[in-house]
C-alpha cells in the first residue's frame, strides 16, 4: 500500500508541477476574468438597453400652465413608485399644424418618444405606440387624475425600521447562494475535469506511459494523476475565491460580510464546498480519464466526452431540483444518486444548517469515489496499452 | 524489502526465468511458448525480426503485460512489478516529456523505480558529465537531439542502479559512435554486477556483446543457450582455391560444395581438416589459397530460424 502511494505520489508530483508551473497556468488563472470582463461589458450595454427601455419618454403638447401641474402630478407618484420606473415627461410648445407636429415628434430619435400626449389636462388624447405597453399608459392615467386633483393621491407617510434580514428574505438569499454554489461546482467540475483528458493524451504522445508502466502499478499512475490535477484545480479555486473576496470587499459597501450567508455559515460552507468540488471532480474525472485512455488523438477525446458532458448537464438540472425544498423527494434522490449528490448537497449546505447530512453524503460519495476510481483504474489499465492494431474501446479484452 | 528479495532468491538462480510462456492479443498468438533463462550477471540477447515476439517477450517478462499462460521469475519474484525498483527498462518506443530539463527527466525516471528525487537529480549530474552532455543538464528535452535524447532516456533507464537491465532495441536511431558508447554502457553495467537483456535485429551486435542469445521466431525460441554453442550448431567452413581443375583431390570436396567464384566453399568434414589437407595434398590440388572459417551467429541464425527470417532480419538492418 505504502509503495502504491508512494508511486502515486511521484506521478501526482510531476503533473503537479508541470501544471502549476508552467507560463500557462498564469493563463488559466486569468480565465475567470474573461467572462467577467464580457459580462461587464454586454451587462452595461444591457443596462442602458433596459434604462432606455424602461424609461419610456412621453412628449407633452400642451400650454405651461398644464405642463407644470403634470409635471408635479409625476413627481408626486415618482415618491411612490421611485423615479427609474416612472415615464418621462417632455414639454413641447403647441404649434399651428397639429397633426405634423405629432407626425414629427413620434419619429424623433433625440429623445425617442414612445407617444405625444395633446389636449392638455381637461381632454387629453395620446397617440402612440403604446398598445402593449399598459404602464405607461397606466402611468399617464394617475398623472392625469393627480394633476386635475392635487394632493388628493399623496402617499401616506409611512415610518420604515430596517432590519439586517427577515425570513422571506433570508430563504430568498440561501436560495440564490444555493444556486450560485452549485452552478459554481459544475462549471469548475466541468471545465478543470477536462484537463485530465490531455493528460492522457500527453503520456500517450509522448511514448512515456511504457516506461511509467514498467516502474508502477497503472492504477498508482491513475490516481496520481486524479490527484494532481485535483491540487491544481483547487489550487486555482483557492486563487479565484481569495481574489473575488477581495475585489467584494474593496467594491461593495461593507464587503464580504454584507454577502447573504449560507445557513450552515461561511467557514464550513467553503470547506463544504472545497470537499464536494474534489468528490464531483474525482467522480466526473475517473469517467474523463478512463475516456482518455481509450482515445489516440484529441479529436477522438472530443467525441467522447461529449456524451459525458451532456449527461453531466442533465445530472447538474437534477441536481438544481433540490433549491428552494431540500426535503423534497426529488432533492433527496439528487442526494442519494452518487454523481448528482455533491451538487444537490452544496444548495443544502446553503439552505440547511444541519452537519449530520452533510457528513452522511461525504461518506457515502466517498464510497462512491473509491468504487469508480477503482473501476476507471481497471479499465483504464486494460485499455491504455493496448498495442498493435487498434481495438474498438467497447472491446475489453484484457491486455 | 528489496534486500529480503534478494536473499530469498537462491544464489544461483537465474535472474529471470520464463516457463511456456504465450501470449494471444484476441485471435493472434504473438508468444508461442517460450523457455528461457538468463544467468545472473550476463549480457542476454533476444535475436529476431520484427513482429517475431521480442517486445511482447520483454513486456511480459517486466510484467507491462500479463501473459495469458505460463510463468515467469523475474529476481526471484514471480510478480515483477514486485522488484521494480531494481529493474531498469527501455522501451522501443523512446519517451520523455519534452519541457522537462534533462536531469530532471533522468530523475523522475529513478523516482518512478523508488529512488529519491534529490539523489536522482545529483546521480543525474554524474552520468550527464560522465557522457559528455554536462552542459545540457538544465535544457529542456526538446532541445536534445534525437541521440542525446536517447542517451538522456537510457541514462534514466539506469540512474537507479539498477541489478537487471531490460532494453528493447537500444541500437535503433543510433549513430555508430552512440553505438560503440552504448555497448561500452552495457559492458560497464555487467561488470558492475547487473545483468543485461537486450532485443535487436542487428546481430552483430549481439555477437559482440552477448554471452547467451535466444533466437526468436514466429514467437517460439528457436534457440536458447551460449553464442559459441549457436555457431557450434553449424560446422567450420572451408573456402579452398586450387590450381588444378580436377584430379583425385576431387574425392576430397563433399557433393553439397558450393562454388563462390574461384573457391570451393563447404563445411570441414568430421574427421577435421587433417584428412582433408592430406587427400588434397596427395591428390595434386595444387593448393591456392586454404581458409578454414568459424561460422558467424549469422550463419548460425540462418540455419537455425531459417532463410526467410535472416531475410527479414536484413531488411530491417537496411532501412
Redesign the interface.
Known sequence: MM?FI??AF?IA??DFG?TVL?KTFIFFLLAPLFPLLMGGVFGSIGARVATQAARPVVAVVSSDKDFDRLSSARSELAQALGEDTMVSLVHYPAEPNLALQKARLLSSRNPPIRAVLTGGIDHPRLTGSVADDPGTLGQLRLVIANARSPGEATPALLPVTNVESSSGSEVRDRALTAQIGQMLLFFFTILLAGMLLSQVI?EKS????????????IDAMFVGKLFAMLAASITGIVVWISAGAVLIQIMKHGGVATLPAPAIGWPGFLALGIIYFAMNYLLLGAAFLTIGAQASTVREVQTMSLPVTFTQMLIFGFASTAIGSPDSPTALAAAIFPLSSPMAMIARAAEDPQWWPQLVAILWQGLWVALIIHFGAMLFRKTV?KS?PQ?KWWRL??? | MLQQVSQSAAPFAPAVEATELVKD??ETRAVDGVTLAVPKGSIYGLLGPNGAGKTTIL?ML?????PSSGTRRVLGQERP?EV?PE?G?L?E????????YARDAIA??G????LP?SEGRRRADELLEEHNLGDWAKKPIRSLSKGMAQTV?LL?TIVHRPRLIVLDEPFAGLDAINQGRLEELIRRETRAGATVIFSTHVIAHAERLCERVAIIAKGRVAFDGRVDEARAKLRPIVRLRTRAAEGPWRSAIPADARRDGEEWVFELPESGPEPLLKVLIDGGAGIETLAIERPGLHDAFVAIAGPSAAEAMGREKVQ
Request: proline residues 4%; glycine residues 10%.
Open positions: 509503495r508512494r508511486s511521484v508530483r510531476r508541470a508552467s500527453e509522448n511514448k512515456i506511459i511504457e516506461v511509467i508502466a514498467a516502474a508502477i502499478r496499452l498493435g481495438s479484452k484484457r491486455a | 492479443f484476441g513486456r517486466i510484467g507491462i503485460i500479463d512489478l521494480a529493474v527498462y522501451p518506443e523512446r519517451g520523455l516529456y519534452p519541457s522537462m523522475f525516471m523516482s518512478l523505480r523508488g528525487l532516456q534514466g
